[in-house]
């Protein structure tokens, strides 16, 4: 896997391997990006950080940092060798543990963007609704889920603002 754009564009990193993480193609992080824009200064939740490629792209394109939730031990592993061999030690912080425990433990903890990436044999739906709570007011929230799958519940509190869909995923962008 490589950055595709920023600081770190070109930049190589691991992936798990295995089939708990899908990760996520050039083509579909591109998408995300050219929707989200600008994202200088922005502090990043990464729900199901998996390979961290939502993660670094957003670091590289200029976020403050980053907060990268993985409860698979092979990707935390993984996660933490390429925080170090990409140099981000700084600026990403690798939580182990389980998206909605987290939630519910740091109900406190605010960001400007936050990545939802579930293993789609695995949606999580009530995690999914949990996430929201973590936006900053005008925060967008990304949503990658199955194209064949019906968009989870509403969101309490956010707006469906744009919908994509890519090959085997749907993109939904939700602004607080």
């Known amino acids: 896997m490589r950055v595709s754009a920023g600081k770190l564009k070109g930049r190589i990193f691991d992936s798990p391997g295995g089939h708990r993480t899908h990760p996520m193609s050039d083509k579909l992080k591109s998408a995300i990006f050219n929707v989200l824009g600008d994202i200088s200064g922005l502090t990043v939740l990464d729900a199901f950080a998996g390979t961290g490629a939502l993660s670094f792209e957003a670091l ?45 433990r740091h109900k406190a903890f605010l960001f400007d963007l936050v990545f939802i990436d579930p293993p789609f044999d695995n949606l999580q739906e009530k995690t999914i609704g949990l996430m929201g709570d973590h936006l900053k ?18 969101l309490k509190h956010l707006e469906l603002v744009k919908q994509k869909t890519h090959g085997k995923s749907q993109l939904l962008f939700y602004k607080k």
């Open 60 to 104: 590289s394109r200029g976020a403050e940092s980053a907060v990268l939730l993985e409860q698979d031990k092979r990707a935390v592993k993984t996660l933490q060798k390429n925080i170090q061999n990409l140099e981000l030690e700084d600026e990403a912080k690798l939580t182990p543990a389980y998206a909605r425990s987290w939630s519910t």
């Open 137 to 154: 007011d005008g925060g967008v929230l990304v949503l990658n889920y199955p194209a064949r799958e019906r968009p989870p519940y509403e």
